[in-house]
């Protein structure tokens, strides 16, 4: 995941500090050894627990990741 959302334009996140963004840093550390299975599950769930906030304050349906992507695509829009 990380490799693939390093080449998109619309993805990148300059501060780093979107639900996309630690989702593929986790997935990176993870892969490549700097944390274990265990520590990698949890900060899932931190991250899981974040969408679910967004999710709440902004009403998404159903699909609530397809609905962040969706919701993360509009408020960093590029002009």
């Known amino acids: ?11 990148r996140d300059e501060k ?3 639900i996309l963004s ?5 997935i990176y550390e993870y892969d490549n050894k700097v ?6 599950v949890s900060h899932i769930y931190g ?6 906030e967004v999710a ?8 609530l990741w397809r609905d962040y992507i969706a ?3 509009i408020m ?4």
């Open 1 to 11: 995941m990380y490799k693939k959302l390093a080449k998109l334009v619309m993805y």
């Open 16 to 18: 780093g500090d979107s």
């Open 22 to 26: 630690g989702v593929s840093r986790i």
């Open 35 to 40: 944390i274990d299975r265990d520590t990698a």
């Open 47 to 52: 991250e899981i627990r974040k969408l679910l």
């Open 56 to 63: 709440t304050s902004y009403a998404f349906d159903k699909n």
């Open 71 to 73: 919701f993360y695509l």
């Open 76 to 79: 960093n829009e590029n002009p």
